[in-house]
């Protein structure tokens, strides 16, 4: 049997969590932003927990913050994993804040089942899956950001970043090649100082490397999605010919 958990932001009307909870029927409820206990009428808790066993949680976040709400998100399905759950649905419905466009935004990145409440009935919501940068821009990003505190000599960079290259003045060779051809202009910007290079992470770059591990997800998902598409266009092939 499929175990799905819920995961919603708190800043919504009890009438959308009704809708929703009659598409999804989750086993497990997880609750971003203010504790539910105050937000919700008591109906709607004990539906919830009679829904799910008493399987309703809630993580403190603040839902003006973007990335605060994907941790959270990430916190919800950590602690959901115990309960092997096959499936994770999120409410994208547009509420009194931020949360729902990070939540959009974790549905796209880790492939979970987006869902909203539209004129008082629930529907699922097609997701855009991103096309991520490759894993070794990443990467660069990762340790720009972890590592320097997003500034650091190109030297230095190519010395703590894994690329899967030699070591060396080819190490260093590479990890320019990724930042000319991928991340330059737009993720980091490159200045020459007496004569070094140094490599300086932007806004949009900050962001990226703090959600290294949804991106990295994105990716790992890739290569199986393809192979499995490849199949079914090569099974389809087969019965006709």
Not at 26 to 43: E, H, K, M
Not at 174 to 194: A, F, P, Q, R
């Amino acid at each position: 049997m499929r175990r799905s958990l819920l995961v919603s932001a708190t800043d919504y009307d009890d009438s959308t969590i009704e809708a929703i909870l009659k598409l999804v029927k989750p086993d497990l409820i997880c609750f971003i932003g203010d504790d539910f206990r105050r937000t919700f009428g008591n109906d709607l808790i004990e539906k919830m927990n009679w829904m799910t066993g008493g399987n309703v949680v809630w993580i403190d976040s603040d839902l003006a913050d973007v990335h605060a709400v994907m941790d959270a998100v990430d916190e919800a399905v950590g602690r959901a994993s115990a309960e092997e759950v096959d499936e994770v649905y999120v409410n994208v419905t547009p509420g009194r804040s931020l949360a729902s466009i990070a939540l959009y935004t974790k549905a796209c990145l880790r492939g979970f089942v987006a869902v909203a409440e539209v004129d008082g009935r629930a529907i699922r919501v097609p997701i855009v899956p991103y096309n991520s940068l490759p894993w070794q821009a990443l990467e660069i990003l990762r340790v720009l950001h972890e590592d320097f505190d997003g500034r650091a000599s190109l030297a230095d960079l190519s010395g703590r970043v894994n690329l899967g290259g030699e070591e060396g003045r080819s190490k260093i060779a590479l990890t320019d090649y990724y930042i000319n051809k991928y991340l330059k202009g737009k993720y980091v910007s490159v200045e020459l100082v007496e004569k070094k290079l140094y490599v300086n992470i932007t806004e949009v770059g900050e962001s990226i490397a703090r959600r290294y591990s949804d991106f990295m997800s994105y990716e790992e998902r890739m290569p199986l999605k393809k192979k499995m598409k490849k199949k079914i266009v090569e099974k389809i092939v087969g019965d006709k010919s």
